[in-house]
T-cell receptor
Framework: AQKITQTQPGMFVQEKEAVTLDCTYD???????LFWYKQPSSGEMIFLIY??????QNATEGRYSLNFQKARKSANLVISASQLGDSAMYFC?????????????FGKGTSLLVTP | EPEVTQTPSHQVTQMGQEVILRCVPI?????FYWYRQILGQKVEFLVS????????KSEIFDDQFSVERPDGSNFTLKIRSTKLEDSAMYFC????????????FGPGTRLTVT
């Protein structure tokens, strides 16, 4: 069974608009972490934002915020004021507790295209 | 800012040959990881390594794969007898602690098996 589901293979957004990239997850571990990574066409993986399962507040990092809804098991990434340089693949990932070796489990990704 | 480095950036090899992919993790990090990404697919976990031994490995990490920390700085992934389906981008990552919230990824090595 998929642990991380990203249902949007591709998204378009106009420059300066906000966009939400969806991510749902599945775990029975009470302690876990959720991550978003950006992968531009050059291929590197760039860490964007992290949310711990016990964090009370939604994580924010500059223009990135994570809409964490624990009961719904969703961890959507919100990018505000999109820029052309935001065009990339975006991966949601989850890390579970010690029994999983702290490995990151990735979703299939969402391709975001920001248009002028 | 410290970063994870990987060499080579691109490796082309013939089927059946052995390859060694090299990584230099961030110097004070203790946990190391290898992931791979087949073109157009998601990133998949291969193996995690701590204190000179494998702490976790996935089903992908079979007997043809091995990892090693031959000295205080390098972390290598060896594929003994490459297959066409091993063609992928291989990412090394490191973290300071197992529970560190961030794993820092290297730029990747693109492996092409012909």
């Amino acid at each position: 069974a998929q642990k991380i589901t990203q249902t949007q293979p591709g998204m378009f957004v106009q420059e300066k608009e906000a966009v939400t990239l969806d991510c749902t997850y599945d775990t029975s571990d009470p302690s876990y972490g959720l991550f978003w990574y950006k992968q531009p066409s050059s291929g590197e993986m760039i860490f964007l934002i992290y949310q711990g399962s016990y964090d009370q507040q939604n994580a924010t990092e500059g223009r990135y915020s994570l809409n964490f809804q624990k009961a719904r098991k969703s961890a959507n990434l919100v990018i505000s004021a999109s820029q052309l340089g935001d065009s990339a693949m975006y991966f949601c990932a989850m890390r579970e507790g010690p029994s999983s070796g702290y490995a990151l489990n990735f979703g299939k990704g969402t391709s975001l295209l920001v248009t002028p | 800012e410290p970063e994870v480095t990987q060499t080579p950036s691109h490796q082309v090899t013939q089927m059946g040959q052995e390859v060694i992919l090299r990584c230099v993790p961030i110097s004070n990090h203790l946990y190391f990881y290898w992931y791979r990404q087949i073109l157009g697919q998601k990133v998949e976990f291969l193996v995690s390594f701590y204190n000179n031994e494998i702490s976790e490995k996935s089903e992908i990490f079979d007997d043809q794969f091995s990892v090693e920390r031959p000295d205080g700085s390098n972390f290598t992934l060896k594929i003994r007898s490459t297959k066409l389906e091993d063609s992928a981008m291989y990412f090394c990552a490191s973290s300071e602690l197992a529970s560190s919230y961030e794993q820092y990824f290297g730029p990747g090595t693109r492996l092409t098996v012909t």
